[in-house]
T-cell receptor, first 117, second 112 residues
Framework: GAVVSQHPSRVICKSGTSVKIECRSLDFQATTMFWYRQFPKQSLMLMATSNEGSKATYEQGVEKDKFLINHASLTLSTLTVTSAHPEDSSFYIC?????????????FGDGTRLSIL | DQQVKQNSPSLSVQEGRISILNCDYTNSMFDYFLWYKKYPAEGPTFLISISSIKDKNEDGRFTVFLNKSAKHLSLHIVPSQPGDSAVYFCAAPGGGADGLTFGKGTHLIIQP
């Protein structure tokens, strides 16, 4: 079945560091990928929609200069948390679908646990 | 504001019995709903979905019921098995493009 790979699974780094997270669709092409964030005891919150070959679409309240998204190919989207601070510590997870359409189930990566010291 | 609500953070059910997980929503524009299952250290995996034109969808041990007038849906698992122990998320398309709006999840624990 469709598989989405996310790397790294865990990052621990100092405040001020920039962190890049990769999301790959392994056996299908995805013109659209999604990035979510989950704080403890909260729901997965959509951060942005990553569009291949064009700018990402950010949800309200998400800083586009803070969370840089690049979707350079049909199988890879990257999320870079720039100058990360402790409040950026969270669980980041991406998803993609082999087919477009709102009723197509998303396939999720295993997530990245980001801890900023 | 939370557009998809799962008010039970956890649920404990004996093996072999029925598990019922509930979900409420506030946005009447939602017309499609999905349930995802998540094990620790893994991403959510799709379980079952339902369109608003239906009030029930069944797939093996899993059945989802939708009550549009009450803006409520539920996931029934019967019989419950130890491998069903996981966090279950209710979701609806309502974010950007086809992005999903999730509930907070319910941690289902199946006791032997």
């Amino acid at each position: 079945g469709a598989v989405v790979s996310q790397h790294p699974s865990r990052v621990i780094c100092k405040s001020g560091t920039s962190v890049k997270i990769e999301c790959r669709s392994l056996d299908f092409q995805a013109t659209t990928m999604f990035w979510y964030r989950q704080f403890p005891k909260q729901s997965l919150m959509l951060m942005a929609t990553s569009n291949e070959g064009s700018k990402a679409t950010y949800e309200q309240g998400v800083e586009k200069d803070k969370f840089l998204i690049n979707h350079a190919s049909l199988t890879l989207s990257t999320l870079t948390v720039t100058s990360a601070h402790p409040e950026d510590s969270s669980f980041y997870i991406c998803s993609a679908s082999p087919r477009t359409g709102y009723n197509q189930p998303q396939h999720f990566g295993d997530g990245t646990r980001l801890s900023i010291l | 504001d939370q557009q998809v609500k799962q008010n039970s953070p956890s649920l404990s059910v004996q093996e072999g019995r029925i598990s019922i997980l509930n979900c409420d929503y506030t946005n009447s524009m939602f017309d499609y709903f999905l349930w995802y299952k998540k094990y620790p250290a893994e991403g959510p995996t799709f379980l079952i979905s339902i369109s608003s034109i239906k009030d029930k969808n069944e797939d093996g041990r899993f059945t989802v019921f939708l009550n549009k007038s009450a803006k409520h849906l539920s996931l029934h698992i019967v019989p419950s098995q130890p491998g069903d122990s996981a966090v279950y998320f209710c979701a609806a398309p309502g974010g950007g493009a086809d992005g999903l709006t999730f509930g907070k999840g319910t941690h289902l624990i199946i006791q032997p």
